[in-house]
């Protein structure tokens, strides 16, 4: 624990983690309550050899960072709900054509323009569904700022490994809130990098022809294969295709290579859950409060326990099924109208014993709040 | 003659209709990079969605067709991560111009050293002959049963005005024409705009009742005139076409350097 003690904000976390991730090029568009990653980055990278692009709205910056990632570089944009939903076209372009990239999406109340100084988490929906067509996609979350750090290290690397966007759903609160951070060591944390082919010059290189284990290498444009990338079907040239075989096998491919790994890709942490008769699930900045209540009730005896997600998309059903199993109910405590608790609701045995303790009007949810579901759950009234 | 070590033509033919002018686009374009001796390697070329768009599966450089209109911001992206490459984006008018024109005039404003070709058949072909921000007024089209009420842009006038720092229009009858302009176009440190006129006797052509693609090429030769000409002070109506500007400033990567310089120094 020698490493460097910082107290700043959650979006300065995120920043400190990009660049500890090797963040090479990052473009961005100014907006509450994302911007102070922008800004970071406005005055980091130029200092370590980086590029700093501010561009003309959301989707022209991940339009630009997608094009830095096919020349090798590590890439990132950070933006919040308007800028994101610009950027929805651009994102589907990642996923087809495999473009490794991380997106921050710090949460504001919506819709449209809503409420840009207020915390919210009405984005997780649209993580999952905001572009068109069929797909997969990893969406992470953290509720403090060591585990800010940490998830976006693995953001960076997930995007590699699985070559896909993947977004980092932050929210106002733990964004905009200070507190501390240990930077860890260079190497502490593991880094994955640009997985690239062995294909010798002159040799047919094949972009889109996954290896045995699904993984993709890639080449860097400048380098000396040549090829195609299209956000249309395509084949294994990457050169556009409606033949039906090879549509059905790209899409199976895109799926399958994230909702094939649901349990590798679960992240998650949990206290008090093995006796839990009351289960909490949460995530970002509502699971700060459900753990404060949790703390709190054990102290006095109570069986309660809280599961804290991390990976929010793809969803973990079957984990979530297992950690809920034994609970007499299952409170979901969120900053939305319930997008999680329909998940779960999917993943449980007995959907009837899910509830959902919740605020959605730009106040933060408290531990008072949720001890007043917790009651009249218990049948105690408030 | 074209070399055909340029071509990718394990995937042709290509998807352009009979008489179309993308392909003698295309052909000018290769011309002028044979001539220039680039390597393949050396170059990246960038497109948006539309018929024009298709002209990045042809070819055998880097390619990346990216979604409607944002060409340019990919490209952005590509050419600020390695600025020793040659950035080429071919756009048709609406690509170019209705959803990217945001784009269009941010990369002009900035100098980045791309060179954006618009080529301009003033119609969607793709989507089936819709009239486009450069089709200009009394055209028809199916979104323009009554023919067209809005007026065009000039794409010289918009690029000159937004910053571009090379700035030229020619047409697909003045090939040898093409090919010189966009090789002085890739030469040119900056954000350079080459507006081509190119025909769409299938959209444009039909609807206009202009003839078939020999007579709407006909027509380039007939309403253009090189810029300053006598032909032009005698008919004000005839369009110019040449190079209108040609200036240097300086090209945004080679100011981001310097921001470097000045950010590492600093610390």
């Known amino acids: 624990m020698s490493g460097n003690i910082k107290f700043i904000q959650g979006n300065e976390a995120c920043a400190e983690a990009a660049v500890y991730a090797g963040l090479d090029f990052y473009a961005g568009y100014p907006i509450t309550p994302s911007t102070e990653i ?21 989707i022209a910056s991940l339009c630009a960072i997608i094009g830095a990632s096919l020349t090798g570089c590590k890439v990132m944009t950070a933006t919040s709900g308007p ?82 966007p993947v977004i980092l759903l932050l929210d106002e609160v733990v964004a905009h809130m200070r507190e501390r951070l240990v930077i860890p060591q260079p190497g502490e944390m593991p880094l994955v990098e640009r997985l690239k082919t062995t294909v010798n010059e002159g040799v047919d290189y094949h972009p889109y022809l996954p290896r045995e284990d699904g993984r993709l290498p890639m080449s860097d444009f400048g380098g000396p294969h040549r090829y195609n990338v299209t956000g249309l079907f395509h084949d294994m040239w990457g050169f556009p295709s409606s033949e039906p075989r090879a549509v059905h096998g790209l899409l199976r491919h895109l799926v399958d290579k994230i909702e094939n790994r649901v349990n590798q890709l679960a992240r998650y942490k949990e206290y008090y859950i093995e006796d839990a008769k009351h289960l909490l699930v949460s995530y970002g900045s509502s699971a700060r409060s459900a753990r404060h209540i949790v703390e709190k009730r ?85 | 003659m074209v070399k055909k070590a340029y071509l990718r033509e394990r995937f042709f033919p290509h998807l352009w209709c009979p008489g179309c002018g993308h392909g003698m686009v295309l052909n000018g374009l290769l011309q002028a990079i044979e001539k220039m001796g680039l ?50 984006v071919p756009m048709g008018d609406g690509d170019a111009l209705a959803i990217g024109g945001n784009h269009f005039i941010h990369a002009a404003r900035r100098n980045i050293d791309i060179t954006a070709i618009v080529m301009n058949n003033r119609i969607y072909g793709m989507t089936g002959g819709q009239f ?60 350079s705009v080459v507006e081509i006129f190119s025909q769409c006797p299938t959209y444009f052509g039909r609807k206009n009742k202009a003839g078939d693609a020999v007579d709407m090429i006909a027509y380039f030769k007939k309403n253009t005139t090189p810029i300053g000409s006598t032909a ?36």
């Open chain 1, 38 to 58: 922008t800004e970071f980055l406005a005055s980091r990278l130029p200092q370590i050899g980086g590029k700093f692009l501010q561009m003309e709205d959301e």
């Open chain 1, 83 to 164: 800028g994101f939903s610009l950027m929805q076209e651009a994102l589907g372009y990642a996923i087809m054509a495999e473009i490794p990239c991380v997106i921050v999406n710090v949460q504001r109340g919506g819709p449209s323009t809503g409420l840009p100084t207020h915390g919210s988490q009405g984005d997780v929906n649209q993580a999952r569904w905001g572009t068109h067509g069929d797909h997969a996609i990893i969406a992470l979350t953290a509720s403090n700022h060591q585990d800010i750090f940490a998830l976006t290290v693995e953001a960076f690397n997930l995007a590699e490994i699985y070559r896909t």
């Open chain 1, 298 to 382: 054990r102290s006095r005896g109570e069986r309660i326990g809280l599961l804290e997600l991390q990976t929010l998309w793809p969803f973990p059903h079957e984990m979530v099924r297992e950690k809920c199993a034994a609970a007499q109910a299952v409170i979901v405590v969120e900053q939305n109208m319930g997008q999680i608790l329909q998940v779960v609701k999917l993943a449980v045995d007995q959907p009837d014993k899910v509830f959902l303790a919740n605020r959605i009007d730009g106040d933060f949810i408290m531990p008072s709040d949720i001890l007043n579901i917790l009651r009249l759950i218990q049948g105690k009234g408030v």
């Open chain 2, 39 to 88: 390597s393949r390697n050396e170059i990246v070329m960038v497109s948006g969605i539309g018929c024009s768009s298709r002209i990045t599966g042809y070819v055998d450089f880097h390619t990346l067709h990216t979604i409607h209109g944002r060409a340019l911001a990919f490209a952005t992206g590509v050419k600020m991560a390695r600025p020793e490459l040659n950035l080429i």
């Open chain 2, 132 to 191: 486009s921000p450069l089709s200009g007024e009394d055209v028809r089209a199916t979104t323009a049963p009554y023919l067209t009420i809005d007026p065009g842009f000039d794409v010289v006038e918009l690029s000159k005005a937004a910053g571009a720092t090379f700035v030229a229009r020619t047409t697909t009858y003045h090939i040898q024409q093409m090919s010189d302009i966009i090789q002085q176009a890739i030469l040119h440190e900056g954000f």
């Open chain 2, 232 to 267: 032009k002070k005698e008919n004000p109506d005839l369009i110019e076409r040449g190079v209108f500007v040609q200036k240097e400033k300086p090209e945004y990567c080679s100011q981001y350097e310097k921001l470097v310089q000045k950010a590492m120094k600093g610390r």
